[in-house]
């Protein structure tokens, strides 16, 4: 299983870091992946790091300010967000990629975890 955790209520400019632990089973030969929902919208793709290598991609709405790193054991995955706006208001989502289904679509992922709310406030 995959837990998001560490959101919380911030200000718009703050930062804030969220992180995907796993338990039960280990994801770290994945490709794990950071989408977010905002209320009455579709999963967003944000950022992902990959298994083999670490390289790191972004959704143009948070490069630059959003990094996400994964821990030496690569059990846990952290999501770094700087420079936060309002309309990074969403509940954050971590995922395990389980197809050849391009990174920036929910559908490559087959785990999930449980959201994080994070919410910014202008």
């Known amino acids: 299983q995959l837990q998001a955790s560490g959101g919380g209520l911030v200000q718009a400019g703050d930062s804030l870091s969220v992180s995907c632990a796993a338990s039960g089973r280990t994801f770290s030969s994945y490709d794990i992946g950071w989408f977010r929902q905002a209320p009455g919208k579709e999963h967003e793709f944000v950022a992902t790091?990959?298994?083999?290598?670490?390289?790191?991609y972004y959704s143009e709405s948070v490069k630059g300010r959003f990094t996400v790193t994964r821990a030496s054991a690569k059990k846990t995955v952290y999501l770094q967000m700087n420079s936060l706006k309002p309309e990074d208001t969403a509940v954050y989502y971590c995922a395990a990629r389980t197809t050849t289904t391009p990174y920036t679509y929910p559908d490559a992922y087959g785990y999930w975890g449980q959201g994080t709310l994070v919410t910014v406030s202008s």
């Open positions: 790091i990959l298994w083999s290598g670490g390289a790191t």
